[in-house]
């Protein structure tokens, strides 16, 4: 059974880190409860990355306390999450609001956290569910019931009997209520935390195991994570299958915006710059996270709860907490930042982690590299990499085949080179990148004999011949692609030129039939889909779009990874109107 433990720092964000080496984006837009139908695995972890039933899925999330917000306003304050960019709505269900005495339990009105969580489905959002029994919340006792404490050796949050007791007969009657929820059921919690920030309390090492223990027992099948600050993560982590911040890259983090607020103190500020700064870094280093609050909401009665820092500090009223809605739902500045930002940046790229180059003093054709036991490489585009120490005049005399690209160390684009041409570029980087296309031997002829790709010869800069070289044999097999997937793959935060690895997740019924790809905005490149070679595409015309037979297709997760030679589009076209309609796949950039 396996779990993720959550990083929690006082300023922070839910981490979620990757491996690197060129780039390709995916929208998550088909990664959502209405359109996830054949359900299997869930939500997992697959190295250093969060897989949704096998898809590469970044948790991008806000926590909204449905106990906090008047029911009439849910829909509203989680449409305003999902309008966002967010994916993912977190909440925590109060104990001591559900079962105010004693066997005495609510569940209607503001307290229906079924309802809550079944809009959340309805409006495109997955759910991570915090059931306690402690929850923290800058709740009265942390939402524990007072009553708990009528035991004069009552010892809360530890196996103590009368503790453990309660707690049984609490999640007899809450746990059945979530268990038809999960992800495996259709519903949309994909996740579940155990207990809340454990570590810093630790009074009994037999503790979270119970809680463990008593949510699996009670049929809970989703991925299960604790919370915890960085100092205290080993004390509030399950060692046994837990992902510990020691060992492994830190999964998520959690984004609180602001401090508490409390009578007779001065209202704390955010600095949004910071904030934004921060979101950018954790975003472009692959990590998900959690925005604690994402709307605040208010503290209704006299369920806030107080805090002992320097001195006793009683919670306010509202409870703001530098949230991106305010109190009464309305949009902040930092709201419509954060909403142009995550609907531009919910994509991945791949860095491809190329093949072993071959060093050579000259440019290897591709017939001759030593690849493929010997028989050389027959197909798709060959690498070379070259150090130079000075720029100039840079000529080929002849000697490429077919189509090439010259680049220097960061893809950045210095000249074109076609078809045989003498072509000059001047201002040339130290690391000078060379990507070669084979488009095709002749067919027929008497030059039959003449048909070698890729650098076929010497390349000048300033009429001295390039040496020593690194050669990458670029043949996009089905081994080459399929390398270490998805654990390479990172979210891209801005506009792609230049060479890149797309990847794509399409979502089949249980009957996939033919289809039409249509790469409209794109340049020029190759389509993969399930590791098939469905050919190349050009904007040059006069071939508009790729067939895509339905054998080739399976029912639920399809791969499609493009290989995009220039610059990306905005949106991939699958059309058949018997059977997918018109799906857009959109690959922001």
């Not at 921060?278 to 709307?295: P, T």
């Not at 031997?441 to 790709?453: H, M, P, S, V």
Request: glycine residues 10%; aromatic residues 14%; hydrophobic residues 40%.
């Amino acid at each position: 059974f396996s779990m993720v433990t959550f990083l929690l720092r006082p300023v922070g964000i839910l981490y979620l880190s990757s491996g690197l080496l060129g780039t390709a984006q995916m929208n998550q837009v088909f990664l959502t409860p209405s359109h996830m139908m054949n359900r299997k695995v869930g939500l997992n972890v697959e190295g250093s990355s969060f897989t949704l039933d096998g898809s590469p899925f970044l948790i991008i999330a806000g926590t909204i306390h449905y106990f906090r917000v008047p029911r009439e306003y849910w829909r509203d304050r989680l449409m305003k999450l999902k309008a966002c960019g967010f994916n993912t709505v977190t909440t925590h269900i109060p104990w001591n609001l559900h079962e105010p005495r004693k066997g005495w339990f609510y569940f209607t009105a503001n307290l229906d956290f079924m309802a809550f969580i079944a809009m959340a489905s309805d409006v495109g959002l997955w759910v991570i569910l915090c059931p306690g029994p402690y929850i923290g919340s800058d709740l009265d006792l942390g939402g524990l019931p007072s009553w708990l404490l009528r035991d004069p050796k009552m010892k809360l949050r530890t196996t103590y009997r009368g503790f453990t007791k309660a707690v049984n007969l609490y999640f007899d009657k809450i746990i059945p209520k979530i268990v038809q929820l999960q992800y495996g059921k259709g519903g949309p919690i994909i996740a579940l935390q155990v207990e809340n920030e454990y570590g810093s309390y630790h009074q009994d090492k037999r503790y979270m195991p119970y809680i463990k223990k008593a949510l699996i027992t009670r049929g809970i099948k989703v991925l299960l994570m604790t919370a915890d600050d960085g100092a205290e993560l080993t004390r509030g982590h399950l060692k046994r299958g837990t992902i510990s911040l020691y060992f492994l890259p830190i999964l998520m983090m959690v984004y609180t915006a602001s401090s508490l607020d409390g009578w007779g103190t001065a209202r704390q500020s955010v600095d949004s710059h910071l904030l934004m700064r921060d979101v950018r870094e954790m975003f472009n280093m692959s990590f998900s996270l959690n925005f604690y609050m994402f709307h605040g909401g208010t503290n209704f009665g006299f369920m806030g709860g107080s805090a002992s820092l320097d001195h006793y500090l009683p919670m306010v009223t509202s409870y703001d907490y530098g949230a991106l809605l305010k109190e009464n739902g309305e949009h902040t500045t930092e709201y419509l930042t954060y909403q142009e930002f995550f609907s531009s940046s919910l994509a991945w790229f791949l860095f491809l982690s190329l093949p072993q180059p071959i060093s050579s003093v000259k440019p290897i054709c591709m017939e001759n590299l030593s690849v493929n036991q010997g028989n050389g490489q027959s197909s798709g585009y060959i690498l070379y990499e070259t150090v130079i120490t000075n720029s100039g005049l840079l000529t080929t005399r002849g000697h490429l085949q077919d189509r090439g690209q010259v680049r220097d160390s960061g893809w950045v684009p210095v000249a074109l080179l076609l078809l045989m041409d003498n072509t000059s570029v001047y201002n040339v980087y130290p690391t000078l990148r060379i990507l070669v296309e084979n488009q095709g031997r002749l067919a027929y002829g008497k030059d039959i004999n003449k048909e070698r790709k890729g650098l076929i010869g010497d390349i000048y800069l300033n009429n001295s011949p390039l040496r020593e070289f690194k050669i990458y044999s670029l043949d996009m097999k089905t081994k080459f692609l399929k390398r270490d997937l998805p654990n390479i793959w990172k979210p891209a935060l801005f506009k792609h030129q230049g060479p890149a690895f797309f990847l794509g997740i399409l979502r089949m019924g249980n009957d996939p039939r033919d289809t039409f790809i249509k790469m409209e905005g794109w340049t020029k490149g190759v389509i993969f889909i399930n590791g098939q070679n469905l050919g190349r595409y050009w904007n040059v015309g006069p071939q508009e779009t790729l067939y895509l037979p339905g054998p080739w297709l399976h029912p639920g997760s399809n791969e499609i990874i493009v290989f995009e030679e220039f610059k990306s589009g905005l949106e991939i076209h699958f059309t058949n109107t018997s059977h997918l309609g018109m799906v857009f796949w959109r690959v922001n950039l």
